[in-house]
């Protein structure tokens, strides 16, 4: 066997309701901790996804900070500022509650609270030198899988996107509620659905840190995505079919933290970073030539992902083809024009991709400029 390392989060909490129940679910977390910061966006609290959360905790006597400015592609200055406001309010624990940007913000709040070490300093791989406050992380969106990643993705200056990579940024439990997904709206369903199957594609292919872990888990969770996002984009009430993409998220979720993800993120990020498309939707816009490219090195394996979705004729083909099929069938964009990309931004988004180097040196086959914008051509 090949040597190889896999890192998870130590505690995972799934059930209907568990996001009202954190006093219970959570006592050791919460044990002597009066004051408790929970980071969120204004969609999550306009809905009323913390409230429950919120009774329970004001019922046990915490005084609770809601930061509720998180926006998508969260910019380094407003990650700085929610630190700031919970450090004069003296938080003893975080809570991130909402989707990736929400529990990325999350999760670098805890650790610049809990470290002397500037943000600035950490970027990167394994930069983190301090350690972090208690962190609770709960996903309102099946997608990122960022409750189980020791991953946050800010922006820095206008457009670039910078991460933090670092088994620091790892929550001490991840709870899962569907019932917090039912509101969803169809598009972001569908995308972030498409972004956790991305994530169990990528991590199967990853050229680094495969292993069999990693391996077991994308497929799992793959599995899963693939039965249940049509289910939970056609009928938002489909409880079973929400808890299917929760569960099949923090799956991959987990995958891709341990076999990192590759030229799908890399071409993806420019789009977020430069024309603010949602994550989800730029991975599923780049995942179809992307594949089409690495299949010059990776055929074997998406064929064995194309088998273990029941593929009809299994090869990378069949694995495009379906995957095409499911972003049609739930409606969402699959040309770059129709967000607002046009030909003449094509060799920006390809130099801003290739500085992208942290995800690259991941994919199985590797990525020049020209097949870069090769792969923006094919789907603008």
Do not use: W
Request: include cysteine; glycine fraction near 10%; hydrophobic fraction near 45%.
């Amino acid at each position: 066997m090949a040597t190889f390392q896999f890192r998870t989060v130590p505690h995972i909490h799934a059930g209907r309701g568990s996001a009202g129940k954190l006093e219970m679910i959570a006592a050791s977390l919460m044990a002597g901790v009066e004051r408790v910061v929970l980071v969120t966006d204004k969609g999550v609290r306009q809905f009323g996804l913390i409230d429950r959360a919120l009774a329970g905790l004001e019922a046990a006597g915490r005084s609770i900070l809601v930061i509720d400015d998180v926006v998508a592609d969260p910019p380094e200055d407003m990650v700085l500022a929610a630190t700031a406001r919970a450090r004069d309010f003296g938080g003893q624990l975080v809570v991130g509650f909402g989707g990736g940007s929400s529990m990325d913000t999350a999760k670098l709040v805890a650790l610049l609270l809990g470290s002397d070490q500037p943000l600035s300093d950490m970027y990167g791989v394994n930069q983190v030198t301090g350690s972090r406050l208690p962190l609770i992380l709960i996903p309102t969106t099946a997608g990122t899988g960022s409750e189980v990643t020791p991953i946050s993705v800010v922006t820095v200056g206008k457009t670039s996107k910078m991460g933090v990579n670092d088994p620091a940024l790892y929550g001490d439990m991840a709870v899962l509620d569907a019932e917090l997904t039912l509101g969803l709206p169809r598009h972001v369903t569908a995308a972030t659905g498409i972004d956790a199957m991305v994530h169990g594609i990528e991590a199967y292919t990853s050229a680094l840190e495969k292993n069999p872990v990693s391996d077991a888990l994308a497929l799992a969770g793959l599995k899963k995505l693939h039965g249940a996002i049509e289910r939970a984009c056609l009928d938002g009430t489909d409880i079973e079919a929400r808890e299917d993409m929760l569960l099949g998220a923090l799956l991959t979720g987990q995958a891709f933290a341990n076999a990192p993800v590759g030229a799908v993120h890399a071409l993806a990020y420019p789009l977020g970073g430069i024309f603010h498309v949602p994550h989800g939707l730029s991975n599923s816009l780049m995942l179809p030539p992307v594949l089409r490219y690495n299949a010059a090195s990776a055929e074997p394996l998406y064929t064995q992902l194309a088998a273990h979705l029941d593929l009809a004729a299994p090869s990378t083909d069949a694995l495009v083809t379906e995957m095409e099929r499911i972003a049609d069938v739930v409606g969402i964009e699959t040309r770059l024009s129709q967000v607002g990309v046009s030909h003449n931004d094509l060799p920006r988004l390809a130099e801003d991709a290739m500085k992208v180097e942290r995800l690259l040196k991941n994919n199985p086959r590797p990525m020049t400029l020209e097949a870069a914008q090769a792969c923006y051509e094919a789907v603008l």
